[in-house]
């Protein structure tokens, strides 16, 4: 006989608080806007052959029962994102990059 249980969402908090699909390194924030940009699960798992399909179900599952809560994990994921762009952007120039990582290959052949 069936027996119906409930199961938790395929989901884990890493020691950063990524929230994590199944046991791969695969971010929710991944997962669910390829969801939101119009792939099915079956092609988010093409994408990332890591993750199962269940996995990616569930996850997809939880997001849409609890979107407010998600949509503020995601904005403040992008707002994270954000700062450390500009931090980077801040500590290395980026101007003429390109140039001297040429010139340095120039020199070394």
Not at 51 to 65: E, Q, T, W
């Amino acid at each position: 006989m069936l027996s119906i249980v409930a199961e938790l969402p395929p989901l884990t908090v890493d020691s950063e608080g990524v929230i994590r699909v199944g046991r791969t390194r695969v971010t929710l924030d991944t997962v669910f806007e390829a969801f939101n940009e119009g792939l099915t699960a079956e092609e988010i798992v093409q994408q990332y052959p890591v993750l199962r399909l269940a996995d990616v179900y569930g996850a997809i599952a939880y997001c849409l029962n609890h979107q407010p809560a998600v949509n503020e994990y995601l904005e403040r994921r992008r707002a994270e994102s954000a700062a450390v762009r500009r931090q980077n952007e801040a500590r290395f120039d980026m101007t003429g990059l390109r140039a001297r990582l040429l010139a340095r290959r120039e020199g070394q052949a």
